[in-house]
């Protein structure tokens, strides 16, 4: 081969994609450059600079809440057990489930007929709203007239990660932006030191979607939810290796973007100034995040009342370092505490064991959560969410038709029971389940209008708030499924 026709070869194999369709004469590459990351339905319905895509912007409307913290407890507590009080389940307990119970329904391990299994704990009523609360949460019962049960919750998923999908992109299968990245998308963030969405992990293990239930699908990759870790290095690799100062880090980045805005220029890809604007973020947390996240810094007194564990993956440092984050601007905090699958198939899922220690890890933590920020005048604008991805069933779990050693519940996705503190929701009670706790029956919600809700205090029509993709202008609360605002538990 002779070195033209060589050189002609090598400048081919550097013809990437995007230089086809660029120079294409048919006008193919000007189609592409305009519907990339994007389809033809039309423009975004919020209109960012992504050289500053976490720039603070304007809701729909005056919004109550300012941030939000989402504690989810992973595996799906049982409201039977903790908030949803039910007599009449009591009398039956141990009674062979009625067939009618049985008929079309689908569970993740019961099989045959089971018995009826009433609750396991005490229950009484606290508080000027008269609360139902379990003796499992002797904390939490204090600060019961600070928040709103939803009692009424379903979903049409039984399987945890479709479940978890379902609650946090309000779609069961993957590829959907999360809620923490539609709301840092619409709101940007106030610290632009920090991610505007922070994802904390505690329990030992992740959801059982993975980081799908924090991922941005597609929208652009900036509004993905920040794993940090409440023990060592928030973020790992954040500090400079051995020999690399910070002024050699600042060069490096400079000549790094440096040729990213010569591809964007070239290419015109939006994601390459979301990366820009990524590593510029990165760059600013190592000193930001390692001053968020010292909870050493924090009083003893402060400490204490959360139960911090010095040094552990918990989830009552991950309850102080929500405050940390929601007081320097943090948009979207997002706690998964795992190991609330109470099947009752060995000692760590029995509701006698593994679900008593669960109460006692979240017991302290949630309820300081909610007294430090009303002491510090944040409640008002800071809405809590907290709840699993589904219920548990009124029956005992008899996995393979036997009776098992310990006592658990199955999947239920019929109803379950979420709570709401602060942002602008009215304490107290709100929906019921039937008699045994089977079904919601009153004033229903669906996970779809949980976020419907959410945006709404947060200032946004959750019909307007949208990203256009495959053919759509996809929305957080699944253009295929009716929603609605909950306004009986608006103040």
């Given at each position: 081969m002779?070195l033209p026709q060589?050189?002609?070869l ?13 120079d ?13 990351g994007q389809s ?5 319905s ?6 500053r ?5 304007t ?12 504690l989810?407890?992973?595996?799906a ?6 908030f949803d009080?039910?007599?009449e389940?009591?009398?039956?307990d ?7 119970f049985l008929e ?5 391990f ?8 009433g ?12 609360a ?10 204090r ?11 379903h ?9 978890q999908?379902?609650m ?15 709301v ?38 900036v ?6 870790r409440?023990k060592g290095?928030?973020v ?24 990213n805005?010569?591809?964007h ?8 100034l ?6 510029e973020?990165?760059?600013k ?9 010292d ?8 400490r204490?009342?959360?139960?911090v ?11 102080l370092l ?17 190991g ?24 302290q933590?949630?309820?300081?959560l ?7 005048g ?13 219920g ?9 038709g036997?009776?098992m ?19 602008g ?9 039937d ?9 229903k919600v ?7 809700t959410m945006?709404h205090?947060?200032?946004?029509d ?12 996809q ?5 295929t499924?009716p929603s ?5 538990i608006?103040?």
């Open positions: 002779d060589e050189a002609h090598e400048a081919h194999r550097h013809v990437t994609r995007r230089h086809f369709l660029r294409c004469t048919t006008g193919l590459g000007a189609l592409w450059l305009a519907t990339q033809l339905a039309g423009a975004p919020v209109a960012r600079d992504f050289a895509p976490l720039a603070p912007m809701p729909h409307f005056p919004g109550k809440a300012k941030r939000v913290i989402f989810h407890m992973a595996g507590p049982s409201h039977l057990e903790l009080y039910k007599p389940l009591a009398k039956f141990g009674q062979t489930c009625p067939a009618a079309g329904k689908r569970f993740a019961i099989q045959g007929i089971p018995k009826l299994l609750p396991r704990f005490p229950f009484a009523q606290h508080g000027q709203t008269g139902w609360v379990t003796d499992r949460l002797p904390h939490f019962s600060v019961v007239d600070e928040v709103c049960f939803i009692k009424s919750l979903t049409d998923q039984f399987n945890h990660a479709p479940a999908l379902a946090h992109t309000g779609y069961s299968t993957l590829g959907y932006p999360s809620m923490g990245s539609w840092t998308y619409g709101l940007g963030s106030s610290n632009e030191n920090l991610p505007g969405f922070i994802v904390l992990l505690s329990g030992g293990k992740t959801p059982d979607s993975g980081k799908s239930c924090w991922g941005s699908g597609f929208l652009p990759s509004y993905q939810g920040v794993q940090c409440s290095e928030p790992l690799y954040l500090a400079n290796p051995d020999g690399v100062t910070r002024d050699l880090r600042r060069q490096s980045l400079d000549a790094l973007d440096d040729l805005r010569r591809a220029t070239e290419a015109g890809d939006p994601e390459t979301s990366r820009i604007a990524q590593y973020t990165a760059f947390m190592q000193v930001s995040a390692a001053e968020a996240f909870i050493s810094r924090e009083p003893a007194d402060v204490a009342a959360y139960g564990r010095p040094g552990e993956e918990a989830f009552a440092n991950n309850c929500a405050r940390r984050l929601a007081e320097r601007g943090v948009r979207y905090i997002q706690l998964f505490h795992w609330w699958d109470s099947h009752g198939a060995n000692e760590r899922e029995a509701l006698e064991v593994g679900f008593k220690s669960q109460c006692n890890d979240v017991d933590p949630m309820t300081a909610i007294t430090d920020l009303k002491q510090r944040m409640l008002d604008d800071t809405l809590i969410v907290w709840g699993g991805e589904f548990r069933t009124p029956m005992r779990e008899n996995r393979g036997n009776v050693q310990w006592v658990g519940r199955d999947h239920n996705p019929g109803a379950f029971t979420v709570w709401m503190a602060g942002g929701v009215k304490p107290g009670s709100f929906g019921e389940s008699d045994l706790g089977y079904e919601a029956v009153v004033d669906s996970v779809h209008d949980l976020k419907a945006l205090l947060l200032g946004f959750h019909h307007r708030l949208t990203y256009p993709s495959q053919g759509l202008d929305r957080v609360t699944n253009v499924k609605e605002i909950v306004k009986g608006l103040a």
